[in-house]
């Protein structure tokens, strides 16, 4: 990884979007700083497309949809993604309203498995409003959990079919193919009528946590906040770049770094 001040500002220049995790990247300690949240507004209000990427539930999403100066949301790993149309919510999933529902049966059940099989995990306090995933606390309410129960919870996801990735907080395991880089792909094309393959020079993602690594992977202009280094050993692509502060305050500084530049 390279210092985010070693980026070029030709680079920078060219950036037209910003594709951001949200916990332990835009929160400090899991609060969102004044300094990330006027980053977030300088950006936008500079011309620039502004979309979270998270692992966090619908309920999260569709909330912030409405309170942050953004263009959208996309929530639980790619499983949808929230925008306003005119002042209106609007959530466009991926897979339909019958899948869904037998999904989160199977999910219920697996759930209740894992917090027996595993002391000291629990399900994710907003489990209950999830659309589409399973969320298992591993070190947000609960104690931190050790490394090898972690890998038994994601070992468990992926014995009964499902994708499961590692954030900083949560394991989350889904049914389906899809991850953050996918449903990024839709988001934008679907939005803003843009390509996030054919212009990945055009997008900047900054991100901390393993369920990060394939947009660290896809994005040239891939950067980490100063704590993604805890977590370098668990990924298969790290970031191109890192900030030299951590969590809510190094996204401050990319996107100081980034409208200087323009």
């Known amino acids: 990884m390279q210092p985010i001040a070693s980026l070029s500002v030709a680079a920078l220049r060219r950036v037209r979007g910003v594709l951001t995790d949200i916990d332990g990247t835009l929160t400090t300690d899991g609060a969102l700083p004044a300094a990330t949240y006027a980053a977030l507004d300088r950006l936008k209000r500079a011309g620039l497309h502004v979309i979270p990427v998270t692992g966090r539930c619908i309920a999260w999403a569709e909330i912030l949809t409405r309170l942050w100066p953004v263009d959208a949301i996309i929530g639980e790993n790619g499983a949808f993604y929230c925008h306003l149309r005119e002042g209106k ?8 309203a019958e899948t869904r529902a037998r999904n989160l049966a199977r999910i219920r059940t697996l759930g209740d498995e894992i917090v027996r099989a595993v002391p000291g995990c629990a399900l994710a306090s907003d489990q ?6 399973l969320a ?19 070992a468990m996801m992926t ?3 499902m994708t499961a990735t590692v954030s900083s907080i949560h394991v989350n395991g889904w049914f389906g193919a899809h991850d953050k880089l996918s449903m990024s792909r839709l988001c934008v094309r679907e939005l803003l ?4 393959d054919a212009d990945r020079g055009e997008w900047l993602f900054i991100g901390d946590s ?3 690594a394939a947009m660290f ?7 980490g906040v100063a704590n993604v280094r805890e977590i370098l050993p668990l990924l298969p692509a790290a970031p191109a770049y890192v900030t030299e502060a951590a969590c809510g305050e190094g996204f ?10 323009r």
Not at 128 to 133: G, I, K, L, S
Not at 136 to 152: F, I, N, Q, S, W
Not at 252 to 261: F, K, Q, R, T
Request: net charge negative.
């Open 159 to 161: 014995e009964a079919g």
């Open 252 to 261: 401050a500084e990319m996107a100081a770094l980034l409208l200087a530049a």
């Open 217 to 223: 992977g896809h994005f040239p202009l891939s950067v």
């Open 193 to 196: 009528g843009g390509d996030i």
């Open 128 to 133: 209950a409003w999830h659309a589409a995933d």
């Open 136 to 154: 298992v606390d591993h070190a947000e309410d609960v104690p931190k959990l050790p490394a090898d129960a972690v890998a038994r919870i994601v």
């Open 210 to 212: 393993a369920n990060d």
């Open 89 to 96: 919510l609007v959530t466009r999933y991926l897979d339909d």
